[in-house]
């Protein structure tokens, strides 16, 4: 791995959506240190977004895509990142392969619906919303399950969440949604699911 900083706007996503709830999460945290500028850099450089090196001198997001779409949306010009490969001597096909390979690539779109990997956005703006991975996160944040380092574990929460927790009622009432998924989280049916705390809640 090789640390070094890059132009945020270089940053490519390797993921069709995000939860935007918890941008605007990240976004927030990001503001708390406004007056502090030494413990924001201090906060950024322990979180480095962690790329791989593509074709053409892309750099694509393999992991902290919602940090990297909060330091975006708040004017950030660089960044820390952690640079887990180098595949820029590749072709885009043997390069997308190389991915999928690793497990580095998640094409699917806000309804979790697998797409073709030509639907994932060239910047991170173009990004679409998961809700559920949304719920997801925050029912994690409330100890409703436990992080792993299993690629996008999250976002198979949400795809568990999605048929049990209405879609409108995450747009009414999301406080209401949440209890009701942090529940779901401790239910049995959720015992195969990455993180998985049992009967709490």
Not at 7 to 26: D, F, N
Not at 59 to 75: N, P, Q, T, Y
Not at 147 to 158: D, I, R
Not at 180 to 193: G, N, S, V
């Amino acid at each position: 791995m090789a640390m070094q900083s890059m132009p945020v706007s270089r940053l490519r996503p390797t993921q069709i959506a995000v939860g935007k709830r918890l941008v605007e999460l990240k976004r927030k945290d990001l503001r708390t240190f406004e007056r502090r500028p030494q413990e924001l850099v201090d906060y950024i450089g322990a979180h480095p977004i962690r790329v791989v090196l593509g074709p053409k001198a892309h750099v694509f997001i393999i992991d902290h895509h919602h940090l990297g779409c909060a330091l975006s949306k708040e004017g950030f010009k660089t960044t820390p990142l952690s640079v887990e490969a180098d595949y820029s001597a590749l072709g885009w096909a043997a390069f997308w392969q190389k991915l999928q390979d690793q497990d580095w690539v998640h094409p699917f779109d806000g309804h979790g619906r697998k797409c073709a990997i030509s639907k994932i956005p060239s910047s991170l703006g173009a990004m679409q919303d998961d809700p559920y991975r949304s719920l997801a996160g925050c029912v994690r944040l409330a100890g409703g399950f436990e992080n792993t380092k299993m690629p996008y574990m999250e976002f198979l929460w949400a795809d568990y969440f999605r048929p049990l927790v209405a879609r409108g009622l995450l747009r009414a009432d999301f406080a209401k949604a949440l209890r009701r998924a942090k529940r779901l989280a401790r239910a049995p049916q959720a015992r195969h699911l990455p993180g998985y705390l049992g009967h709490g809640f």
